[in-house]
C-alpha cells in the first residue's frame, strides 16, 4: 500500500490514472524542453546584459517547476513502489491466500467428505429408518385406505343396493300401479260393458186381459232361486220339455218390491207370481203369532208407507204382476188367519179381518195406478186336512174379498203324508172338494197356486201325477187355467216326526216319465196350440 495519502490535481482516488501518467509525462517532456534550451544557449565570458523580471520570473518558474517535477518523481517512485509492494503483497497474499484457499478447500473437501461419509452414514441411517417409517406408514396407510376402500365399497354397495331396491321398488310400484290403473280401466270399461249389456231393453208382456184369461194352461215352477237364477228352472224345462210360462217366488213385507224379479221373468218370457206374505220373509210357517202384523194394525194404517211405496214401484214399472197376498187364509198357521186350531182366535185377529185387509191393500193399490199391472191371487189351502170349523164353505166364503178384488182364486194342494185310510193317490181327493167351494163362491179363473207330490209315506206320487193331468183333460175342470208346481225338497215336523219330502218333479224316474207323460198330452191343454 502506498504511504502517500494526500490527494493531487492530477488524481481524484491519490493514484495516477493513464490520464494522470500521459499528462504528467507530457508536463515533463515540456519541462525538460525548456530546460535544456536554458542551458544550452550561449551565456560568454562576458556577462551578459541584466536579466529581466520576465526572465527571473520564468527561472523562477523552471525552479518551481523542477521541485515539483523531483516531488513528482519521488512520487512515481514512492508509487512505483508502493505498486511493487503491493503486487509483492498481492502475490504473496495470493500465495497465501491460494495455499489457505487449497488448506481450506482440502479441509472442507475433508470435512465434506466426512460431513459426506456421516451425511451418507445419517443419510442411509434416516433413509433406512424414513424406509422403515415410511413402510409402516404405507402399510398402515394402505391397510387405512384398503379398509376405507372396503368400508367405501360395503357402503357404496349397500347405497346401490338401497338404490336398486328402490328402484326396483319403484319400478315395481310403477309398474303395479299401471298394472292397477290397466286393470282398473279394464275393469271400468268391462263394467261398464256389462251395465250397457245388463240395461234391460225393455221386456214386452201381453195385455193383462191376455193374462188373466189365457189360451193355453200355465204351467208355472217354483224352483229355490227363480227368478233370480234361472240355472235349475230351465234344467227342469229341459228335462220336462215343455218351457214353463210362469215363476213362483216369496216375499215377506220387510222387503221392497222386486222389480228385477220382474224385469227378469218377462225378459225371459214368462209371468211373475210373488206369494206376498205380510211378515218377515225369515219368519217360520209353524208361527202364527206375531202381534207387530196383526190384521187390525194392517187395517188401522201401520203398514200404509210401506204398501204405498211399493204399489208405486209396481207401477212405475209398468209390468205386469201376479199377486198370492196371504196365501192359505183358512188355515191355522199363518199370522193372518182368523180361526185357529178348536176355532181360537190368531194374533188377535177378529172375524172379518182378512177381507177388510185385503181390501185395504187393494185399494191402495188402486189410487197409486197399480191395479193396471197387478193381478190379485186369491189362493186358499185346499179343506180336506183342516181343523174342523175352517173346512165349510161358509167359512171359505167369509174370507172372500169379491170379485172386484181379485182377479183368479187359487188352491195350494199337496199329496203327502201322512196319508188316511181312505185317501186315494188321485186329483178327485185332493182338489174336487176345495175346488167345489171355489166355484160357488165365484167364477173366477182358478190356479192350482202352489202344488206336489211327496215321494215319502207310501204313497203313489207316479199315479198321483198321471191322474192330475187326467183330471185336467176333464172338461169339469175346464176352468182351471193352469198349476204352479212347487219344485223343492223340505224337511219339516209331521206328527212329531222329521219327515222329508221331495215335491221335486225329479224326485224319481218314475214320477219324472209321468209328469213328462201327462205334460205332453195335448188334452192336457199345456203344449201350445194343442
Do not use: C
Not at 228335462?239 to 216375499?251: E, I, K, W
Amino acid at each position: 500500500m502506498s504511504e502517500h495519502t494526500g490527494k493531487h490535481w492530477w488524481t481524484l482516488t491519490g493514484r495516477l490514472g493513464l490520464v494522470g501518467k500521459l499528462a504528467a509525462f507530457a508536463l515533463a517532456l515540456a519541462l525538460g524542453a525548456v530546460t535544456g534550451l536554458v542551458w544550452l544557449s550561449p551565456s560568454g565570458a562576458t556577462p551578459g546584459p541584466l536579466k529581466t523580471e520576465a526572465e527571473k520570473q520564468l527561472e523562477q518558474e523552471n525552479a518551481d517547476l523542477a521541485a515539483i517535477l523531483a516531488d513528482r518523481d519521488d512520487e512515481l517512485a514512492d508509487l512505483k513502489a508502493s505498486q511493487e509492494k503491493a503486487a509483492a503483497e498481492r502475490a504473496a497474499g495470493a500465495a497465501s491466500g491460494t495455499a489457505k484457499a487449497a488448506a481450506e478447500k482440502a479441509a472442507a473437501q475433508q470435512k465434506a467428505a466426512a460431513d459426506k461419509a456421516a451425511a451418507q452414514q445419517r443419510g442411509s441411517a434416516k433413509a433406512a429408518a424414513e424406509k422403515v417409517a415410511a413402510a409402516a406408514r404405507g402399510k398402515a396407510k394402505a391397510a387405512a385406505e384398503r379398509a376405507a376402500a372396503e368400508a367405501r365399497a360395503q357402503q357404496k354397495a349397500a347405497l346401490e343396493r338401497q338404490l336398486a331396491e328402490a328402484r326396483g321398488a319403484a319400478e315395481g310400484a310403477a309398474i303395479r300401479e299401471s298394472v292397477a290403473q290397466s286393470q282398473v280401466e279394464f275393469a271400468r270399461q268391462a263394467a261398464a260393458a256389462r251395465a250397457e249389456a245388463a240395461k234391460p231393453v225393455r221386456p214386452t208382456a201381453p195385455a193383462r186381459d191376455a193374462i188373466v184369461h189365457p189360451t193355453d194352461r200355465y204351467f208355472g215352477l217354483y224352483t229355490a232361486q227363480s227368478p233370480f237364477s234361472w240355472a235349475e228352472y230351465d234344467q227342469v224345462a229341459a228335462t220336462v220339455g215343455v218351457q214353463p210360462g210362469l215363476a213362483g217366488y216369496f216375499q215377506g213385507w220387510d222387503t221392497p218390491f222386486r222389480a228385477d224379479a220382474v224385469t227378469r221373468s218377462w225378459t225371459k218370457g214368462v209371468l211373475p207370481m210373488v206369494t206376498w206374505e205380510s211378515r218377515p220373509m225369515t219368519a217360520s210357517n209353524s208361527q202364527p203369532t206375531d202381534p207387530e202384523y196383526s190384521l187390525p194394525r194392517i187395517i188401522d194404517g201401520a203398514f200404509d208407507d210401506y204398501l204405498r211405496q211399493y204399489a208405486r214401484d209396481v207401477a212405475a214399472l209398468g209390468l205386469p204382476v201376479a199377486i198370492r197376498l196371504d196365501h192359505e187364509m183358512n188355515g191355522a198357521w199363518y199370522p193372518w188367519s182368523e180361526l185357529g186350531y178348536n176355532g181360537a182366535q190368531v194374533n188377535g185377529n177378529n172375524r172379518g179381518d182378512f177381507v177388510r185387509m185385503w181390501r185395504h191393500v187393494h185399494d191402495i193399490f188402486e189410487a197409486e195406478g197399480a191395479n193396471e199391472y197387478a193381478v190379485w191371487v186369491w189362493a186358499p189351502n185346499i179343506v180336506n186336512r183342516l181343523p174342523k170349523l175352517n173346512q165349510p164353505l161358509e167359512y171359505t166364503r167369509s174370507l172372500y174379498p169379491g170379485d172386484e178384488y181379485v182377479d183368479w182364486v187359487g188352491l195350494s194342494g199337496y199329496y203327502r203324508p201322512p196319508f188316511e185310510t181312505n185317501q186315494t193317490p188321485t186329483f178327485s181327493w185332493t182338489f174336487d172338494k176345495s175346488l167345489n167351494q171355489l166355484r160357488a163362491i165365484t167364477d173366477k179363473p182358478i190356479i192350482l197356486a202352489e202344488i206336489g207330490a211327496s215321494e215319502s209315506g207310501g204313497g203313489n206320487k207316479a199315479a198321483w201325477v198321471t191322474d192330475l193331468f187326467d183330471a185336467l183333460a176333464q172338461p169339469q175342470n175346464a176352468d182351471v187355467i193352469g198349476f204352479a208346481w212347487f219344485h223343492h225338497t223340505v224337511t219339516t215336523i209331521s206328527e212329531g216326526q222329521r219327515v222329508t219330502n221331495d215335491w221335486r218333479i225329479t224326485s224319481r224316474e218314475d214320477s219324472q216319465r209321468a209328469f213328462v207323460d201327462g205334460i205332453h198330452a195335448p188334452s192336457a191343454g199345456f203344449v201350445p196350440g194343442s
